[in-house]
């Protein structure tokens, strides 16, 4: 069974900080998705990488696929209040379904 | 565009009532559909999809069931609700193409259920 694991499960900062939020599995994934879901609401896709080693930039978001596919990283430069929300990875079960499984997600906090 | 439509919002139902959930899809059609419970703050699990029509595949044994009458509607019930039932549900359609993995979810907003 393929599992998604997020650390770090919570994080409070300061407006203006930096931070990096992690997924890790061992399992090889054929592509991993981030979402960000706000409280009371349904996740929100942010982006999908897809080749080991790819980096993506959404803005002050960055986000890197693992070279062997493992593991990915979302870091946000300058982090905003806007950004408050929980993070969450997500990765198709096997490798010809669409069915995504979620990791366990990352509560982050931004205090201004 | 499309949109996706859950409700209700928030339901607060007694131990052994029964349970029904409602969620649309509007521009599009024959879209994949999924039902995920999510725990408080946390990932979510999959519990139901379908690809079709009547069409349903449960990923977990549970107290509840799907049902797909109509291509754009996706019903989630219960006969009989259980306190391990409450959760926040969720309603997810795919678009995109899965190959080559240009695809994403877009959720509806949730139910939150509490089972008292």
């Known amino acids: 069974t393929q599992l998604l694991e997020q650390s770090p499960q919570f994080l409070s900062i300061q407006e203006g900080e930096n931070l990096t939020v992690y997924c890790n599995s061992s399992?090889?994934?054929?592509?991993l998705q981030w979402y960000r879901q706000e409280p009371g609401e349904g996740p929100v896709l942010l982006v999908t990488v897809v080749t080991g080693g790819e980096v993506k930039k959404l803005k002050r978001l960055t986000f890197q696929f693992g070279d062997a596919r493992k593991d990915s990283s979302l870091h946000i430069t300058a982090a905003q209040p806007g950004d408050t929300g929980l993070y969450l990875c997500?990765?198709?079960?096997?490798?010809?379904?669409?069915?995504?499984?979620f990791g366990t997600g990352t509560r982050l906090q931004v205090f201004p | 565009s499309q949109t996706i439509h859950q409700w209700p919002a928030t339901l607060v139902q007694p131990v052994g009532s029964p349970l029904s959930l409602e969620c649309t899809v509007e521009?599009?059609?024959?879209?994949?559909l999924y039902w995920y419970r999510q725990a408080a703050g946390r990932g979510l699990q999959l519990l139901f999809y379908s690809v079709g029509i009547g069409q349903i595949s449960s990923e977990v044994p549970q107290n509840l069931s799907a049902s797909r009458p109509q291509d754009r509607q996706f019903i989630l019930s219960s006969k009989k609700l259980l306190l391990s039932d409450s959760g926040f549900y969720l309603c997810a359609w795919r678009w995109g193409d899965r190959q080559p993995f240009r695809y994403g979810y877009t959720f509806g907003s949730g139910t939150r259920l509490t089972v008292v």
């Open positions: 399992s090889v994934f054929s592509s």
């Open positions: 521009g599009t059609s024959n879209p994949n």
């Open positions: 997500a990765g198709p079960r096997s490798y010809n379904t669409d069915k995504l499984i």
